[in-house]
């Protein structure tokens, strides 16, 4: 079953749990986690042009119905929501690191 979410890649191998490929070294982990968190919002900013875009042609009237429109709307739409649940994982995930004792 395939549940990739259109709009986005697939998870890299390096940060699915279940593969068994490791970071060549200990920097690597966060150069890719680093790349894939700025491919992910690089793709939520073309959603939002391309969602742009569709909207300024059908208020000129050039051609786009309003259908294409609204769900190109809505998958920028959720898109972005997605991307603000992310940041805020990140958050509390670096809240609880920040509180642990040393």
């Known amino acids: 079953m395939n549940n990739a979410i259109p709009g986005f890649s697939p998870i890299p191998s390096s940060l699915n749990p ?10 690597a982990g966060a ?7 700025q491919n ?6 073309d ?6 875009s569709k909207v300024a042609q059908l208020l000129t009237g050039n051609g786009q119905d309003v259908h ?16 603000v649940q992310v ?9 609880q690191v920040s ?3 040393l």
Not at 47 to 52: G, I
Not at 70 to 79: F, G, H, R, S
């Open 40 to 45: 992910a919002m690089e793709q939520v900013g």
């Open 68 to 83: 294409s429109t609204m769900i190109a709307v809505q998958k920028a739409n959720l898109a972005f929501e997605m991307m």
């Open 87 to 95: 940041r805020n994982k990140i958050l509390a995930a670096y809240q």
């Open 47 to 52: 959603l939002q042009s391309e969602a742009d």
């Open 99 to 101: 509180n642990l004792p």
């Open 31 to 37: 150069n890719d986690f680093m790349s894939t968190l």
């Open 18 to 27: 279940g593969s068994s490929a490791a970071p060549s070294s200990p920097g």
